[in-house]
């Protein structure tokens, strides 16, 4: 198990990772500073780390991607890959003070929970061009659709009020923010995130996706 406070994964070469990503260019690293887990009060975020720690356990015997298994040390695993890696990702912190996790689709190199660039199949890729180029249409829908329900979800609780009806009768749960690029960037090319399908979130896509019902007591009626 990853320990997030005090470890970081020892990691392939530079060489090795692009040439692995010729061949799969989504082979996903993730990187936390390890304030991040410490000062998390959005319990969203712990439980993701949480959760790419149990999956870790699961790819550790997975020679096909980690050819020597997952392994955790202070040390560095290949100085010019980190020198490389710190240049592109633009921090100044050590690597203490980051946990870099391998998954298998592709690999995403993220900043202070934000991704940072994307190593893909022609070298690191800045990820706000990559997003607009790529994402951006499906972002934007997103964030649309999040908004017109979100807004439904306010006037209907508004009018449940107005008729002295209980607010706990509504099911439909939204956070205080949306981050796409936390909450939804990314997420729909693998199965070990936080993204849609997960948790409370499941209840959420199922509105989502099969037509928003506003209060959840509106199933009863």
């Known amino acids: 198990m990853c320990s997030i406070e005090s470890k970081i994964a020892t990691i392939y070469s530079l060489k090795d990772i692009e040439e ?3 061949n799969n260019p989504y082979l996903v690293l993730f990187a936390y500073k390890k304030e991040s887990y410490n000062n998390a009060k959005d319990r ?6 949480d959760r790419i720690e149990n999956s870790l356990e699961k790819l550790a015997n997975r020679k096909e991607y980690l050819m020597t298994g997952v392994r955790f040390a202070k040390t560095k695993a290949d100085t010019s890959f980190w020198q490389h890696l710190m240049e592109k990702v633009g921090t100044d ?7 870099f996790i391998i998954f298998e689709e592709g690999i995403i190199i993220k900043k202070n929970n934000l991704p940072a660039c994307l190593l893909g199949k022609h070298g690191l890729v800045d990820i ?3 997003i607009e180029n790529y ?5 934007a829908q997103t964030m649309k659709n999040m908004n017109a329900e979100k807004q439904k979800y306010q006037e209907k609780q508004e009018e ?3 008729d002295d009806r209980s607010s706990t009768s509504i099911n439909v749960y939204y956070p205080s923010y949306y981050d796409p ?5 990314g997420y729909p090319w693998y199965s070990y995130g936080p ?4 948790g409370r979130w499941r209840g959420y896509r199922s509105h989502h996706h099969h037509g928003w019902h506003g209060r959840g007591s509106r199933h009863r009626r």
């Open 128 to 130: 706000k061009e990559f």
């Open 20 to 22: 692995k990503a010729q």
């Open 181 to 185: 690029y936390y909450y939804h960037w």
């Open 44 to 49: 969203h975020l712990k439980q993701t780390i």
């Open 195 to 198: 993204g849609w399908g997960y």
């Open 135 to 139: 994402l951006g249409d499906q972002i």
């Open 160 to 162: 449940d009020y107005a």
């Open 93 to 99: 912190q050590t690597e203490e003070t980051m946990c």
